[in-house]
Nanobody, 123 residues
């Protein structure tokens, strides 16, 4: 069993900052890509930022220059530093990790999701 637990969401005024964390636990052999997604009411879930096992990063245009994704492999944790927050950033934020788990035939890789954390930015 693999679990992803997120923390760090909350209510903040426009222009403020928040830092999200997501930690994986369980019988994990390896963690490849990590990412943050978000879903606002009435909208589809969208990719916010991703980071590869080699620490290459990718950002949605709407957050470039304001958000920073990072990872700590030893802690099995991914972070999302969010600055200059805007009301349009209001959403439930989900972490995603591509995790390899031990399997009798070798290593089985699956995508896992956190439970989501609410971020609300007031104007």
């Amino acid at each position: 069993q693999v679990h992803l637990v997120e923390s760090g969401g909350g209510l903040v005024q426009a222009g403020g900052s928040l830092r999200l964390s997501c930690t994986a636990s369980g019988n994990i052999f390896s963690i490849n890509a990590m990412a943050w997604y978000r879903q606002a009411p009435g909208k589809q879930r969208e990719l916010v930022a991703s980071i590869t096992s080699g620490s290459s990063t990718n950002y949605a245009d709407s957050v470039k220059g304001r958000f920073t994704i990072s990872r700590d492999n030893a802690k099995k944790t991914v972070y999302l530093e969010m600055n200059s927050l805007k009301p349009d950033d209001t959403a439930v934020y989900y972490c995603n990790m591509r995790i390899g788990i031990p399997h009798p035939m070798g290593v089985m890789t699956n995508d896992y999701w956190g439970q989501g954390t609410q971020v609300t930015v007031s104007s």
